[in-house]
């Protein structure tokens, strides 16, 4: 299981760690309208699933614009940010901040993303730092389960890993 702390205190993450070569696990998650979204209504597309505590906090809003600036130039990828925001804080921020190439998804009502992919953090109820690609085959191609929840993950790696494995 991946170890995680946040403000160096440690963390117990619930669920089961993804791994590399697992079949990516589905999910129910709330869009900002708060409709459903599941893994499987981006079926046949890439998908960048970038995991963050809290929108409103420095290193996680950050890493959804970077992610909202690269997706700009990422043929066939999906670029999803899930948090345990509320959908409409979600709907608020990403207005504020014109965030048009990122779909920030909730996880507030029953953890089912957090639960799938392990990472709950138990203590406070929100999710771990992490990056997870998911082919078009629903294969899980690259994880990073950030060890400490307030550093940014590795962009260069992931954007790399897209890039050569998309036609990004």
């Given at each position: 299981?991946?170890?995680?702390?946040?403000?160096?205190?440690?963390?117990?993450?619930?669920?089961?760690?993804?791994?590399?070569?697992?079949?990516?696990?589905?999910?129910?998650?709330?869009?900002?309208?708060?409709?459903?979204?599941?893994?499987?209504?981006?079926?046949?597309?890439?998908?960048?699933?970038?995991?963050?505590?809290?929108?409103?906090?420095?290193?996680?809003?950050?890493?959804?614009?970077?992610?909202?600036?690269?997706?700009?130039?990422?043929?066939?990828?999906?670029?999803?940010?899930?948090?345990?925001?509320?959908?409409?804080?979600?709907?608020?921020?990403?207005?504020?901040?014109?965030?048009?190439?990122?779909?920030?998804?909730s996880d507030h009502?029953?953890?089912?993303?957090?639960k799938a992919y392990?990472?709950?953090?138990?203590?406070?109820?929100?999710?771990?730092?992490?990056?997870?690609?998911?082919?078009?085959?629903?294969?899980?191609?690259?994880?990073?389960?950030?060890?400490?929840?307030?550093?940014?993950?590795?962009?260069?790696?992931?954007?790399?890993?897209?890039?050569?494995?998309?036609?990004?």
């Amino acid at each position: 299981m991946a170890k995680v702390t946040f403000k160096g205190n440690p963390m117990t993450l619930l669920g089961e760690e993804v791994k590399e070569g697992d079949t990516a696990p589905d999910f129910t998650v709330l869009a900002n309208d708060l409709s459903k979204v599941s893994l499987m209504d981006t079926k046949g597309k890439v998908r960048l699933i970038s995991v963050i505590p809290s929108i409103d906090t420095g290193v996680c809003a950050e890493q959804t614009r970077r992610f909202n600036e690269e997706a700009a130039n990422l043929d066939n990828v999906e670029v999803l940010t899930i948090s345990c925001d509320l959908p409409f804080a979600q709907r608020r921020w990403t207005a504020d901040k014109d965030i048009e190439n990122v779909q920030t998804l909730s996880d507030h009502k029953d953890l089912s993303f957090g639960k799938a992919y392990g990472v709950v953090m138990e203590e406070l109820r929100l999710l771990a730092r992490s990056i997870f690609v998911i082919d078009s085959n629903d294969k899980v191609t690259y994880t990073e389960y950030v060890s400490e929840g307030t550093d940014h993950p590795d962009y260069e790696a992931v954007l790399k890993h897209l890039k050569e494995h998309t036609n990004g």
